[in-house]
């Protein structure tokens, strides 16, 4: 077995866009139970779970620090567990205002409209301070996150931190739907979730708390362990 941890970023579950999120995708990373799928206009039900088997795999989220295995000699899972409550309890909570559903890359997501500097301090400090535990990336693991073609800068972050796109590399994304090479397609899938996605989902998200989430070996979907508030 290959266990696998990520720190990750999951909207409270009293907000509209956690229910959203999880019923897209179709699967509860919390209880680890499918859920039904919304219909969306011009997408047959089956293809809408084609497009998000990936995302549906790991769970409603956005990254703060992605999978890794923890490394020998660090006190194990447990102790990564004990430093993600440190971590969240010497931070404080904020809001992120305005949200939209947008494309980025070949897949679709909920990304903020203006980032606050805090966000990015948060996933920055992620990846800075759980980095201890982080065993280095497998060769399997380095090729998959090569795969779309990197930049210099981006290859450097891989070498050093074990995933591109951290940093100045870093967006932060709730992921809705996996790659979708189609434009044509990618346009329908886009437009259809913005029409049935209420308004509600889009505003005020509180973030404070973030999520372990594990994967106890490779072929097995994550799921949320712990979620650690902000402030203790």
Not at 9 to 23: I, K, L, M, R, T
Not at 141 to 161: H, I
Not at 225 to 231: A, E, L, W
Request: glycine residues 6%; aromatic residues 10%.
């Amino acid at each position: 077995m290959t266990a696998r941890y990520a720190i990750y970023f999951v909207p409270p579950e009293d907000h509209p866009v956690y229910a959203f999120g999880q019923h897209l995708l179709g699967r509860d990373a919390h209880l680890c139970g499918p859920l039904a799928q919304p219909a969306l206009a011009g997408i047959a039900p089956v293809r809408l779970e084609e497009i998000t088997a990936e995302p549906r795999d790991y769970g409603f989220h956005a990254t703060l620090k992605p999978p890794f295995c923890v490394k020998d000699g660090t006190g194990g899972p447990e102790a990564l567990h004990d430093a993600a409550a440190g971590f969240a309890a010497r931070r404080t909570p904020f809001t992120v205002r305005h949200w939209k559903i947008r494309a980025l890359d070949r897949f679709i997501a909920i990304m903020p409209v203006d980032a606050p500097k805090t966000l990015q301090i948060l996933a920055d400090d992620c990846v800075r301070d759980f980095e201890p535990f982080r065993a280095p990336a497998t060769e399997d693991e380095r090729a998959k996150r090569r795969a779309p073609g990197l930049t210099p800068r981006q290859e450097a972050f891989l070498d050093d931190w074990g995933y591109p796109y951290v940093f100045e590399e870093f967006r932060l994304h709730l992921t809705l739907t996996g790659r979708i090479e189609g434009e044509t397609e990618r346009k329908t899938v886009l437009d259809a979730i913005r029409k049935i996605c209420p308004p509600e989902c889009l505003t005020d998200i509180p973030v404070n708390a973030i999520s372990i989430f594990g994967q106890p070996d490779t072929w097995m979907p994550f799921h949320q362990t712990k979620r650690f508030p902000f402030g203790g």
